[in-house]
DNA sequence: CATCTCCGGATTGTTGACAATCTTCACAGG
DNA sequence: CCTGTGAAGATTGTCAACAATCCGGAGATG
């Protein structure tokens, strides 16, 4: 047994790594709103633990900036503003550029345009299903590949905590594809320019493409 | 006193937080190298607390992912192979470069070049009067600086953890600035094409500086 | 010699209790 | 009416003890 292979060290995870998953899982779905106070006795009593580990979840979402502070006093989940918002889409430019950057310029960047072409697709087969929801989950899924398919961890870190802020804002503000058909072509340029190896062309989509979404987002925000 | 104006709400900082950012700078200056563990009991009687708020600290390094939690056994101070150091300044590129653009973009474009230029003096400073260390010192002050004058938070968070993570390198390769006279003169184009407005130069300086930077950390890795 | 078992010591994970702080409300005084 | 006082209740911050797990070596067994 001196020369094994291919088996990865077993993954076990702790309890304020799957509180945190948690946690997270909330602030994306509205379950916890913006605003809200996360209650210590309450929330250990849920997850059925005591309120050490919680204590510990909860401080890692502070230093992901998705929960603020306030001492003696508790943890509020964040509110994100006009600005918040513009700040958001800007970091997951960089992030997302970046990211299709890196990829198009690797070994597997046809494979990876692949893989975002079917992704594209599945939001294309969703838009045809009339299943504005279903296409929210395949918007999300193609933004995650792309950033994992770039194989950076960091950046991957990064993204995971902007795309749970997005999601947060879109499920408080009940915001709708305004033209569902449009937001897959859009999805689709951009992988086409990894395929292509275009680097113009590629930052110019993924800016365009954030640009609207924030558009959006704003105009939402403004009416409701 | 109805319409007070021009105060900010006090700032009273968590004792987590504090201990957070004691275990960064030990991070960063080799007081915790590399792979070391961090020792519970062993650093809660250092800090005078006990292992909760010393725990939750913690908690918050292995968000960062300066820390690297093994279940049952430990924390341990995140080891940084070549692969790791690539992505590192590949993550630090997208955020300058995103930060520096902002800035060059907003209102306070001249102003911001202006403190980036006096930064960029103090480090010729530093050079004529032969201080390395120094030198080492006003290089971060700049990149610290470039990031806060974009105003934005998130891009100035997630630098935050980078620059820990390039200073831990740099303080365990024991690098030094082989040509200190050209480093002055990359920040001081960067300071430059912001001031210029001139984005494509902006973004080709930028990618140049944290090329050359990588690459004499990759061969000090190599030869150390 | 290699392997298995068991044990002691050390470290981490978790818990419940205690101390400190904040909030809310009622109430007295100017 | 506004301000200040004080106590009750609830919540957060901290701690020390307990349980569970890991690591090392001693010793037995084949």
Do not use: W
């Not at 979402?61 to 889409?89: C, H, M, P, T």
């Not at 594209?120 to 950033?147: K, S, T, Y």
């Not at 305004?178 to 320019?193: G, K, L, M, N």
Request: hydrophobic share 40%; charged share 25%; proline share 3%.
């Amino acid at each position: 047994m001196s020369s094994p292979a291919g088996f990865q060290p077993v993954h076990r995870e702790s309890t304020s790594s799957l509180i945190t998953r948690a946690l997270r899982e909330g602030i994306m779905n509205g379950r916890l709103p913006a605003g809200a106070q996360l209650s210590e006795a309450g929330l250990a009593a849920e997850f059925g633990v005591s309120r050490g580990p919680l204590r510990e979840a909860m401080q890692r979402l502070v230093q992901e900036g998705l929960v603020r502070s306030e001492l003696n006093r508790g943890l509020f989940v964040k509110e994100l503003d006009e600005a918040e918002i513009r700040d958001l889409y800007l970091t997951r430019t960089a992030i997302e550029t970046a990211a299709a950057y890196t990829l198009a310029h690797s070994a597997r960047a046809s494979e990876g345009a692949q893989r975002l072409r079917e992704r594209a697709a599945a939001m294309a087969e969703a838009v045809a299903a009339g299943d504005l929801n279903a296409l929210a989950d395949a918007d999300f899924a193609f933004h995650e590949e792309l950033v994992s398919l770039s194989g950076s961890p960091r950046l991957h870190r990064v993204h995971e905590t902007l795309m749970v802020e997005t999601r947060m804002c879109m499920t408080a503000l009940q915001e709708t594809y305004f033209d569902p058909e449009d937001q897959v072509a859009e999805h689709s340029r951009i992988a086409e320019a990894i395929a292509a190896g275009d680097d113009e062309g590629l930052r110019r989509e993924i800016e365009e493409h954030m640009q609207e979404a924030l558009d959006r987002l704003v105009r939402a925000g403004h009416q409701g």
